[in-house]
């Protein structure tokens, strides 16, 4: 009898697997971090949001070196250095400008890497074969930012007004620059007043401001703040020309050549002359200050809603011209007894009226005019403080 020999055929669990060859990842390529963000701006009365992208490739040959000891090779570290310097960007509150002929308004969110998520999802992707990767980063919105500005309502440019300071000594600039400030990015809520002597605060040195000349006693006296009236004078023809409700402006007693043309302006003194302005929108009113102390110009921006309203400025009308009167003699330090340094031209007296016609979208149209009376006004004249003209300029102020 033959005797056959069969194979034996051992079997175990996973013993075909087993026999498999073990699966391979493909081989490493290049690796694209990537990075979006956006950015919001107001354009010509419009909200629009643009994207932000940024990408970076980390070579293959580092992405395998990193797979093959699981960690992220030494190699990656300037690519990844490079990717949080690019990442990072300051943030910016959001401010209008002028492109061409219309307005636009930007912001910019402080951008920056979050690098340890970042690091533990790249070596993540490394493990898995992936070739692109979105970075992790933070995002910190500006407290006044475009979307801020959409939200209330503040959309388009309602008007701008801009005035000279030619000729102004360092502490009326001074004072001009620091009263601006406070004005600058202000809010006006609707159903709200606009106070100036509110947004100033106390003039006095502790609030930034410096001694200038001021009208006082029929002449020039030095007090704290001297020059805000250009500020004031500069902000009511913007609040006056976007076709807004002044509640309370004043005229100064006597003409200065700062705000001309004669009558268009707005003179201040707390707290018993006062500028201010009644916000009649459904949105908020924003204001920016801008300023140049180089060219002595001064400007502001009114933004607010699209009210569709439009206005128009008569020229003054001047009537009841007075001659100018005697020169006024004031303290001054710096010149020697007997002799006198000119500080102010003298100028006329007269009467000037201004009208505003606003026309509102419905075609309808208001009328209301702003009248000055100027006293006449004498040359005034520093003198050495023991100069007896002195004692000439109180007695004429207290006729």
Same mark, same amino acid.
Request: aromatic letters at 10%; hydrophobic letters at 35%.
């Given at each position: ?47 629009? +949001?643009? @994207? /932000?992208?940024? %990408?970076?490739?980390? #070579?293959?040959?580092? !992405? $395998?070196?990193?797979? *093959? ?62 070739? +692109?990767? @979105? /970075?992790?980063? %933070?995002?910190?919105? #500006?407290?006044?930012? !475009? $979307?801020?500005?959409? *939200? ?248």
């Amino acid at each position: 009898m033959k005797r056959f020999l069969l194979p034996l055929l051992l079997t175990w669990p996973g013993a075909a697997l087993a026999a498999q060859p073990a699966p391979q990842l493909a081989l490493a390529q290049d690796l694209q971090l990537t990075f979006k963000g956006e950015l919001k701006k107001i354009d010509d009365g419009q909200l629009v +949001t643009a @994207p /932000v992208t940024k %990408s970076w490739t980390l #070579p293959a040959k580092w !992405v $395998a070196r990193s797979r *093959e000891y699981n960690k992220l090779s030494s190699y990656l570290t300037p690519y990844l250095d490079r990717v949080e310097k690019e990442t990072f960007v300051r943030g910016r509150p959001a401010k209008f400008e002028q492109v061409g002929n219309k307005w636009v308004a930007t912001d910019q969110p402080e951008w920056k890497l979050d690098r340890p998520a970042t690091e533990a999802k790249l070596l993540e992707a490394i493990r898995t074969g992936a070739t +692109t990767l @979105p /970075v992790v980063f %933070s995002e910190k919105v #500006p407290q006044r930012s !475009v $979307a801020l500005l959409a *939200e209330r309502g503040v959309m388009r440019n309602l008007a701008s007004a801009r005035s000279s300071f030619t000729g102004s000594p360092d502490f009326r600039v001074k004072n001009i620059v620091v009263g601006s400030s406070k004005l600058d990015y202000q809010w006006v809520a609707p159903g709200e007043d606009f106070d100036f002597n509110k947004s100033m605060g106390d003039i006095n040195a502790a609030n930034g401001f410096v001694p200038g000349y001021i009208i006082s006693g029929g002449t020039l006296a030095l007090e704290d703040g001297g020059g805000i009236c250009q500020v004031s004078t500069t902000i009511f023809r913007a609040l006056w020309e976007a076709g807004l409700p002044i509640v309370e402006r004043n005229q100064h007693s006597y003409r200065v050549h700062y705000y001309d043309p004669v009558g268009y302006e707005a003179t201040v003194y707390a707290p018993s002359k006062n500028l201010r302005m009644k916000n009649d929108t459904d949105a908020y009113i924003f204001i920016q200050a801008s300023w140049n102390t180089a060219t002595q110009k001064l400007r502001f921006d009114v933004f607010g809603p699209d009210t569709g309203r439009k206005t128009q400025i008569s020229a003054p009308v001047v009537t009841d011209v007075k001659p100018a009167a005697s020169p006024t003699f004031t303290p001054d330090k710096r010149v020697v007894l007997g002799q006198q340094r000119l500080l102010d031209q003298p100028m006329e007296g007269m009467t000037s009226v201004i009208t505003r016609t606003v026309t509102f979208r419905d075609g309808t149209s208001q009328q209301d005019s702003i009248k000055s009376v100027y006293k006449p006004w004498g040359a005034v004249y520093g003198v050495h403080p023991s100069d007896p003209r002195l004692k000439q300029t109180e007695a004429q102020a207290k006729k």
